[in-house]
């Protein structure tokens, strides 16, 4: 096992860097002066002049890549008009537009976006794998027509309709949920809850279409294996073939699938935090998007790669407690 998180770790390392490379090339390399749209369109040359030495703009472009790298690693100092403003270690830089550092904004926000991603994949998991089980086991008759039904139009509804449907029917008309807010867990859990309730039941009900039907699917390939018709012909129970043997296969593509959703929901959250007023990070990526504020959004798209590449090496190693056929080396 510490070899394969060790090689994993490497890699992961390795990943980002690629990342990284590819992002600051895309984005700096690009036409475009970094400068003029950090001073505003209505700067002075001069004023851009003076933007573009206090930000380091005025060196190379593999150059400013390796200050990135020095700032990600070792921290990093920036001109400050008449002082020196120090960017601890991991520094992703500071932002144009607030004069902020880009880590401190997502620190700031990444509790917001993990409370949502983490609480509706739980939700998420849990309705869709169980509706996809069912679905499976009672194949051809009504209820697993029902289910399947169910599951072809909540993957075909929008995230903001179903959020725009519970917040008007259950905050505004039946006033059954206060409107959502968020507050932090450690503040009152309680409100933190409630909060993110509707949340929660937006996204999961969208996801737990698409894991119902992967669900099902793998189910049935892994009902109709060779060892399964084995097992069952040797006399061994319904109950025990599902949860001891068919349920574990079944689960591999399901846990893929959710390191990959819930590695890019921390960017991709966009449409649920907007609608429901969350300050987490995919909010700041549309308002950082729009300001063409570079720094902030190269340091989210890492931070998004960071979280997919961290949940696929999990999934990796739930695929060896899940199916005893792979071995982690």
């Not at 069912?134 to 929008?158: C, I, K, N, Y």
């Not at 449907?165 to 867990?185: D, E, K, M, N, R």
Request: aromatic content about 8%; proline content about 5%; some cysteine.
């Amino acid at each position: 096992m510490t070899r394969f998180l060790l090689r994993k770790a490497v890699g992961m390392v390795g990943v980002l860097f690629a990342l990284s490379l590819i992002v600051y090339a895309v984005f700096y390399i690009a036409p475009g002066d970094p400068a003029q749209l950090a001073c505003g369109e209505k700067c002075s040359p001069a004023q851009v002049l003076q933007v573009r030495e206090r930000l380091g703009l005025d060196a190379p472009v593999h150059l400013q890549y390796a200050h990135f790298l020095q700032g990600v690693v070792a921290g990093r100092d920036f001109s400050a008009g008449t002082g020196v403003l120090h960017c601890p270690a991991p520094c992703l830089g500071v932002s144009y537009r607030s004069g902020e550092q880009v880590t401190d904004m997502i620190t700031a926000r990444l509790p917001v976006t993990a409370s949502l991603a983490l609480g509706a994949m739980v939700l998420w998991l849990v309705l869709g794998v169980g509706a996809g089980l069912l679905s499976a086991l009672r194949r051809g008759r009504l209820s697993e027509r029902l289910l399947t039904g169910l599951t072809l139009a909540g993957t075909s509804v929008p995230v903001f309709v179903i959020g725009l449907v519970l917040l008007i029917v259950l905050c505004a008309q039946l006033q059954w949920l206060p409107f959502p807010s968020y507050v932090p867990l450690t503040e009152d859990p309680q409100q933190w809850f409630w909060g993110l309730l509707l949340p929660w039941v937006s996204l999961a009900l969208i996801e737990s279409a698409k894991y119902a039907r992967l669900t099902r699917s793998s189910m049935l390939e892994t009902l109709a294996d060779d060892h399964i018709r084995t097992f069952r012909a040797y006399g061994v129970s319904e109950r025990r073939l599902v949860t001891r043997h068919a349920l574990r296969g079944a689960l591999t593509p399901v846990i893929a699938l959710t390191a990959i959703d819930l590695g890019t929901l921390f960017g991709s959250a966009v449409l649920t935090e907007s609608l429901f007023g969350l300050p987490g990070l995919g909010k700041l990526l549309v308002t950082s998007v729009g300001l063409i504020d570079l720094p902030t959004v190269v340091g989210l798209t890492l931070v998004t790669g960071f979280s997919v590449v961290l949940a696929n090496v999990i999934a990796d190693v739930l695929y060896a407690v899940t199916d005893r056929r792979v071995v982690l080396t």
